[in-house]
């Protein structure tokens, strides 16, 4: 499986965009970028995936480099619900697997 | 909102006592994950279900931990006998369709194991 780096810890202010970054240099053509977060004694949740274009939804947007090397996952607006580890992962077209690294955990400061 | 279901939410056993947990997927999801969580990192996938076939259970430590999905529906998580080292989470995940680039997994709660 192709491996992503982020970084350990990020942290935010209330109500304040949040950008979270994620490097995944080895990623192959056919590999969808996921985002999935887990919020403190739960289990983790989907956030959002892409391939190549930037994608939105209610919870968040990606934003994936011309090269796909590297990917953003952006909170528009932080909240004290958004402290949670947020996990990036790299998912083959054809494959179920996620294969989970460390993530980031995120604080958000009132 | 249709949610997984697991039980118990936490177990405490002894050394070299058996243990199992149980899973009720989302209505209709054909697909099953058993994840373990030790504290601390991301949760790794144990075994994953196709309906009631095991699709992969590379990462399953067979000699001591079995998994089974019966009529394709809830399934069952069983370790023994459990050593220290099983301490951590366990985490059942579900999905509609399985190997697709959008799939999205829903996971459950957890099971919390503390083996003493």
């Known amino acids: 499986d192709a491996k992503t780096t982020q970084p350990n810890s990020m942290e935010s202010n209330e109500e304040e965009p949040v950008h979270l970054p994620c490097n995944h240099s080895t990623i192959s053509g056919t590999d969808y970028i996921h985002w999935y977060r887990q919020l403190p004694s739960q289990g983790p949740e989907y956030v959002i995936h892409?391939?190549?274009s930037n994608v939105n939804n209610r919870m968040a947007s990606l934003a994936i480099a011309e090269d796909r090397k590297s990917s953003t996952l952006i909170l528009h607006r932080a909240t004290l619900r958004d402290a949670a580890v947020y996990y990036c992962?790299?998912?083959?077209?054809?494959?179920?697997?996620?294969?989970f690294g460390e993530g980031t955990q995120l604080t958000v400061n009132p | 909102e249709a949610e997984v279901a697991q039980s118990p939410r936490y177990k405490i056993t002894e050394k070299s006592q058996a243990v199992a947990f149980w899973c009720d997927p989302i209505s209709g999801h054909a697909t099953l994950y058993w994840y373990r969580q030790i504290l601390g990192q991301g949760p790794e996938l144990l075994v994953q279900?196709?309906?009631?076939?095991?699709?992969?259970d590379s990462q399953l430590p067979k000699d001591r931990f079995s998994a089974e999905r019966l009529k394709g529906v809830d399934s069952t998580l069983k370790i023994q006998p459990a050593e220290l080292g099983d301490s951590a989470m366990y985490l059942c995940a579900s999905s509609l369709v399985a190997g697709t680039y959008g799939e999205t997994q829903y996971f459950g709660p957890g099971t919390r194991l503390l083996v003493l």
């Open positions: 279900f196709q309906d009631e076939s095991v699709v992969d």
């Open positions: 892409g391939l190549t």
């Open positions: 992962i790299l998912k083959e077209t054809s494959g179920s697997r996620l294969t």
